[in-house]
């Protein structure tokens, strides 16, 4: 059973700070391989379809991306949990799309937020392996909400007015 761990809410600092890239000696170590776990409980328990080191206290550049239907978002498609370690958007499609979004960090408020309809990122695994991966829709929407976090940026910053 994995840990279920704190959220830093809204107006804490860690939420503002850049985190610090994952450095090498410490792909496929037991740290990581913990933090991801928990990390994935942790959103799971709370409805997440994605979850950003930072948000459990952890200054780092580690997101998960899951999207899956659940209670918040019912329409969410269906797809397999990605643990994306350093990850870095390499192209932001020009066409963008609006939709609402929620954050586990900044709990009952929801608001509608304008992004690129499609992204690629490059990203390692747990182990330390290179990815280049191309999000669509939903998924790349969480993409580039998690990476926020991980650059200090919280949704309502970016919110249409």
Sequence with gaps: ????LPVAKQG??????KAAPVAESEFNSEWLQQLAAAMQATMSVREGVGIAAPQVYISKRVIIVASRSNVRYPDAP???AVVMVNPEILEFSQETCLGEEGCLSVPNERGQVERAQTVKVRYRTLQGDVVEATYEGFPARIVQHEVDHLDGVLFVERLTL
């Design 1 to 4: 059973m994995s840990v279920i």
């Design 12 to 17: 804490e600092d860690i939420l503002k700070l």
């Design 78 to 80: 269906e797809m397999d």
